[in-house]
């Protein structure tokens, strides 16, 4: 190569004299240059050479340094670094201890200094002082580096009875009153002196004497040791008082009746009458029991079966039966027009007629006016209506109009002198048949045709004339038919009859059925018409067709039927319903009214569609309700004969005599009667022996007519519920969550005892509930339920152990006069004998009710029932907490958690939080079944949305236990909306399914009676049953139907031991 006036052998390789760090090379004579290769260095930080990195030197952070050289650390302030052939090394400038026990870093410094404290994790500037770590009684100070604690001096008070406060100071925010310490604003009985209320305020004492409730009843007493009148239960009748318990006769009244006094209140029943009737007799001799034997009906005394019409209203038809009068309206004919019109005095519809000109025409007619020939009228609703009559079209080329006529008419024919009018046909001759049409008069021989059955030769005819019928004088012959009136709807045919003779049969048009015609389609009946018509095609009757018969569309009281090739329809009547009008409904589709009631006259009582019974006054009357309708049948007895020393007894609720054993013995639930024997089965039941027969007849209440505000209510030892002002529930339920009285969802997990409800005025009751964090720390389930009602107390426990003043008792429970326990499937029910109830389930679910008379009077994690949710988290001082952990624990009871041990406060947590996000997430997906179609229908009853927080809350909290957690929510949210009046079926084999003995017959029904029926109320009508259960369904386990629960088994009424029951 030749390269810059040099040659170059073939392969030889140079320096670029224009770059040093570049190679070229000589091939084939041409000059390539390429960057010079740089060897692999094994050192992390090269510097760099002339063309390549070198290891004799570093570069460091962008910065250049040469071997063995040392350099401050940039990135450390209190460190250096030392390059050594490309490798840097960094460490720590040592320090000198500072001499300190807690010394601080200031910012730019590289050792500690004393100038301040760093203790526990905070820098503090020297001489500052703040709290110990170890409790809030001491406080420290920063000095130097070193840090001294040391008690924290009490500041003064000025009030006479300081609480003790935080580090055993004294406080005015609260009181030590006779060693009882009081928090503010909290009013408590004076320990010295019971009948003393005394009240907290800023450190101060104030005691007065205790307020008195009004007593509950008319006649309070003063008891030793007691404050307040109390109430004896005595009852005041007609200016006489008397005793709890006993009976008498009312002063001066019915000497037919009987008084009892039970707890104030008097009841008084007329001694039971063999028979009972609206409309006797009066007996000629002072008697308890009326003479039902006749009956006395408007001033006139009727025979049993005698009907007569009543003066005060002819349009009733009236029976005397056995005493009671039974009076029905007076059927009517149907009237022959659309709209019938009833006049006074009258007591069926009648069809309104027109006068005109002196005539009286009926409805729908038409006649040509007498005074105005021109005009044609009309009867409509009683009105006349008179219009031009309208001409006839005429096609006739030769029109004439006569004198006194409206209308031209066709020019007629002259035949043999005579006119003839256009369309008229005459005999010229006997066998000569003359027609005039439009002025032609066309004469032709007759030709007589033979079909007549009987031909008669007539003088002067042609032809033989056909044996015929005469109708006012004119003749018909047999087939024909005609209209005896004006009315378009009679006809009468000529028939002949069997034996040869002619016949009119006359009759009424029946219309056909218009079945298909839509009501649009429907037109009346036109002039000299009898039926509607239809505009459409209809069914046809049809010889196939024949005896069948339907629903007339247009009017479901029709029933047609296919006859003779006519459709012909009668409409069906009414029964005679015993409900107001403004309950009877008609369904679609239906012809007659019904109820959903029947209410029977004696007393107003109401039975459900389809109940019997029997009648109260006559044992031998048996009634059925039939939607409204009131049916009736009498029992016929056979004689009896009673030998062999048998005795002739009529047994109670039945109807006919028998013979039985007098001297025969009863056994009932394992104990025996003798003959004749009467005992108390419960509050509302008496049961009598009868000839080896027990006879039991239950009370039956009358309807509570409560007031809007008013709710029935059964107290213990009473038969018949009383009305008491409408109650409020509080529901607590899952890691707890309380819904007060007023509609909030407060949540709580304290682990302690805590008020979940108490009357704060009168002192009445208390419900105390004492929860368990089942092992996970900051969460909380309720454990058990202690309620106090006077003297009383009462321990809910876990799987429905209760105790009762502390003896474990056996189910069902009564303590008089304060409260009733009873365990009905899976739920136990407590009632008192002041209104209050609770439901428990036996495992955390807790339902309190209180009636409306305590409205503003309770306190605690319940509310304070004033009708106002936003004030319910109140503290027992009386402010408004600002978090629920604060409001749950002020309501802590002092005694600790009922078991002795240690109790902490509860605090607000979060356990979705602690959880994490997948925890979360899965508890958010499996809530979301309440907003699922199983519960969509209570929605709009109980909005789901506090509930499906309440569900997400639990479940994050539950970890492994989360499928229970899942059920006591769903549960809760479903017995809100069984309190609404709707039971949800959510159930599901998957879901919550709960387990019954199927061995002994029972099944799972979600919202089963509370009162379930037995071997001793199978025979009970079940409105006598369900008039003293006021306690909600309940789910649970349950017998199917058909059969009765009996020794904890599911058995056939059949298998039953023999118990006859009646009624009073």
């Known amino acids: 190569c030749l390269y810059q006036g040099k040659e170059l ?53 962008g910065e250049g340094y040469l071997h063995g050289q040392e350099f401050p650390d940039p990135q450390d302030a209190c460190g250096h670094c030392t390059c050594l052939r490309g490798f840097v090394t960094c460490t720590k400038t040592p320090c000198d201890p500072p001499g300190c026990r807690h010394p601080t870093s200031p910012p730019g410094q590289c050792c500690p200094v004393c100038q301040g404290c760093h203790f526990q994790g905070q820098d503090l500037a020297d001489g500052e002082t703040f709290p110990a770590p170890g409790g809030c009684c001491e406080q420290c100070r ?132 063999p028979q ?66 009833r006049r006074p005095g009258h007591c069926c519809p009648e069809c309104p007629v027109c006068r005109h000109g002196g005539q009286e025409y009926p409805e729908g007619s038409h006649w040509p006016s007498p005074t105005e020939p021109c005009q044609l009228c009309s009867c409509a609703g009683g009105d006349v209506l008179c219009v031009m009559a309208p001409c006839p079209l005429l096609t006739c080329p030769h029109q004439v109009i006569e004198p006194g006529d409206c209308c031209p008419r066709c020019k007629g024919c002259m035949y043999d002198g005579e006119e003839h009018a256009n369309g008229t046909s005459w005999f010229s001759s006997p066998c000569v048949s003359c027609l005039c049409i439009h002025g032609i008069a066309t004469c032709a021989q007759i030709r007589c045709l033979g079909s007549c059955l009987r031909p008669v030769q007539v003088p002067g005819e042609c032809c033989p004339l056909c044996a015929d019928c005469m109708f006012e004088g004119r003749p018909y012959s047999p087939g024909e038919s005609f209209q005896p009136s004006l009315d378009p709807c009679e006809i009468c045919t000529c028939e002949l009859l069997a034996a040869g003779g002619p016949h009119v049969r006359c009759y009424r048009r029946q219309c056909p059925s218009l079945v298909g015609c839509p009501r649009s389609q429907l037109q009346p009946p036109g002039p000299h018409h009898c039926c ?51 309950e009877q409904f008609t369904a679609q589709g239906a012809c007659c009214p019904v109820c959903d009631e029947c209410v029977i006259e004696t007393g107003g009582r109401r039975v459900s569609d389809g109940e019997s019974w029997t009648d109260s006054e006559d044992d031998c009357i048996s009634c059925t309700c039939n939607r409204g309708h009131v049916e009736c049948h009498i029992a016929e007895c056979e004689p009896v004969e009673c030998q062999g020393g048998l005795r002739r007894v009529r047994m109670p609720g039945s109807c006919c005599y028998e013979c039985q054993d007098p001297d025969g013995c009863c056994s009932y639930q394992g104990q025996r009667y003798q ?164 439901l428990w389930s036996g495992r955390s679910q807790l339902e309190v009710s209180v009636p409306g008379t305590y409205k503003g009077h309770t306190c605690g994690l319940c509310g304070d029932f004033n009708g106002h949710p936003q004030d319910d988290a109140r503290l027992r001082s009386g402010q408004l907490a600002r978090a629920e952990a604060a409001f749950g624990n002020s309501w802590r009871v002092p005694s600790g958690n009922g078991t002795g041990g240690p109790c902490a406060d509860g605090r607000d947590v979060d356990p979705c939080k602690e959880a994490g996000y997948r925890a979360r997430k899965e508890a958010n997906a ?30 994050c909290a539950c970890g492994a236990g989360a499928d229970q957690c899942l059920c006591d929510a769903l549960e809760a949210y479903a017995a809100l909306c069984r309190r609404a009046g709707l039971a949800l079926r959510w159930r599901s ?67 039953c031991p023999r118990v006859v029951y009646g009624s009073l």
């Open 9 to 61: 052998p073939n392969g030889e390789q140079f320096p670029d004299p224009a770059e040093p760090c570049r190679v070229c090379t000589c091939w084939e004579g041409s000059i390539s240059c390429q960057p010079r290769t740089c060897p692999l260095l094994q050192c992390p930080f090269p510097a760099r050479g002339p063309c390549c990195q070198v290891c004799e030197g570093c570069e460091y952070l």
């Open 142 to 273: 920063c000095l130097q580096g070193e840090v001294s604690c040391g008690p924290l001096p009490c500041p003064g008070v000025t009030c006479p009875h300081p609480a003790v406060g935080p580090c055993d100071c004294p406080v005015c925010d609260g009181c030590s009153f006779h060693g009882r310490a009081c928090s503010n604003g909290e009013r408590f009985p004076d320990p010295h002196d019971a009948c003393r209320l005394c009240s907290c305020l800023d450190g101060s004492v104030t005691c007065v004497p205790a307020p008195c409730s009004p007593a509950p009843c008319r006649n309070p007493v003063a008891l030793p040791g007691q404050c307040c009148p109390q109430c004896s239960g005595a009852c005041r009748y007609q200016g006489h008082l008397y005793e709890s318990g006993t009976t008498f006769r009312p002063p001066g009244g019915d000497p037919c009746s009987t008084c009892t006094c039970l707890d104030e209140a008097v009841t008084c029943q007329r001694e039971p009458c």
């Open 276 to 341: 009972q009737c609206t409309h006797p007799v009066p007996p000629a001799t002072p008697s308890c029991c009326p003479d039902c034997d006749r009956c006395l009906f408007e001033g006139q005394e009727l025979a049993s079966r005698q009907a007569v019409t009543p003066p005060s209203d002819p349009c009733q038809r009236c029976h005397c039966l056995h005493g009671n009068v039974l009076c029905t309206p007076v059927l009517c004919p149907q009237a022959a027009c659309a709209s019938p019109v």
């Open 532 to 582: 509607p018509t239809c505009a459409q095609a209809l069914s046809n009757c049809t010889a196939e067709l024949a005896g069948n018969e339907l629903q007339a569309a247009d009017d479901p009281c029709y029933t047609c039927q296919c006859k003779d090739l006519t459709w012909v329809c009668v409409r069906q009547g009414c029964p005679q319903l015993s409900c107001p009008l403004t």
């Open 675 to 838: 003959a004749s024997e009467h005992w108390q089965v419960d509050t509302c039941t008496t049961c009598t022996c009868v000839s080896g027969e027990v006879h039991c007849r239950s009370q039956r209440c009358p309807p509570a007519a409560c007031a809007a505000d008013e709710t029935p209510a059964l107290t213990p030892g009473m038969c018949c519920p009383r009305c008491l002002p409408r109650p409020a529930t509080c529901l607590a339920f899952g890691d707890p969550h309380y819904r007060t009285f007023d509609g909030r969802l407060l949540h709580f997990q304290g682990t302690c005892t805590y008020v979940l409800a108490q009357d704060c005025r009168g002192g009445d009751f208390s419900i105390h509930v004492t929860n368990d964090d089942r092992g996970r720390p900051g969460v909380a389930w309720t454990k058990e339920v202690t309620v106090q009602v006077g003297d009383a107390v009462v321990q809910l426990l876990q799987d429905w152990l209760v105790r009762v003043d502390g003896q474990v008792v056996t189910l069902p429970f009564l303590k008089e006069p304060h409260l009733y326990v009873e365990r009905q499937t899976n739920t136990v029910l407590l009632n008192t004998n002041i209104g209050v109830k609770v």
């Open 926 to 955: 499996r809530c979301k079944v309440l907003k699922s179609g199983a519960f969509e229908p209570c929605h709009p009853l109980v909005p789901p949305e506090p509930f499906f927080a309440a569900c997400v809350y639990d479940l």
């Open 989 to 1055: 084999p998957t879901l919550c399914a709960v387990g019954c003995p199927q061995d002994r017959g029972y099944v799972f029904d979600e919202c089963g009676p509370p009162c379930p029926k037995t071997c001793y109320n199978k025979d009970a009508p079940l409105g006598a049953i369900e008039s003293r259960c006021f306690t909600p369904c309940v789910p649970g386990c349950q017998c199917p139907a058909g059969r009765v629960e009996h020794e904890a088994h599911c058995i056939l009424p059949e298998a």
